[in-house]
């Protein structure tokens, strides 16, 4: 994948000694939006598409499991990685029940704990490598890790903004509704 066709985002490896920066802004865009105490932000506006809330706990666990890769990587050659169990969390840490204040610290801080790892790796550092299995297995440099966890950050805001932009209908659903 060179360029996301749902957010435009476009992986360019050169700009990953500027991905940690990149994530740290995203996240303090998405950090306003959860402190916005007039948004619904637990809500599923559609039954199978997370809430803003739910899409927020995701990313802040993304980037902690991101940072602990590239940290792998620094160690061990070429590591691979079990899946996160990006579904499964939902329930397993009960998202939909977290706190939106807590959650948007929470993020703020783990934007800031991978850029601080991402901000020590030297020229040849950026060329060690992992196995990556998603979205297909293939053996990555720390460089696209850290371009790809942009694209997260960036894909991610727009899906909040989406669910944002829609209204809750008088048939909203909780995510234990169904
Ligand atoms: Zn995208």
New binding site residues.
């Given amino acids: 994948m060179d360029r ?1 066709e ?2 435009g ?1 476009e992986y360019d490896l050169s700009e990953a000694a500027t991905g940690g920066r990149a994530i740290v802004d995203g996240v303090s865009e998405l950090a306003v939006l959860l402190n916005d105490a007039t948004s619904d932000l637990r809500t599923r506006r559609e039954r199978q598409t997370w809430s803003p809330l739910e899409y927020t706990c995701h990313l802040r666990d993304v980037l902690l499991v991101q940072r602990e890769r590239v940290l792998a990587a620094r160690h061990r050659d070429r590591p691979s990685f079990d899946p996160m169990g990006r579904d499964e969390r939902v329930e397993h840490d009960g998202y939909a029940e977290q706190e939106p204040a807590a959650v948007a610290r929470q993020l703020t801080d783990a934007a800031h704990l991978f850029a601080n790892v991402l901000s020590r790796l030297g020229p040849d550092d950026w060329e060690r490598t992992v196995m990556y299995n998603y979205p297909t297995r293939s053996e990555r440099s720390l460089r696209w890790v850290a371009v790809h966890t942009v ?1 997260e950050v ?2 991610h805001l727009l899906d909040v903004r989406r669910q944002l932009a829609q209204p809750v209908g008088a048939d909203h659903l909780s995510p234990n509704a169904g």
């Fill in positions: 996301c749902e957010c985002f694209h960036r894909h």
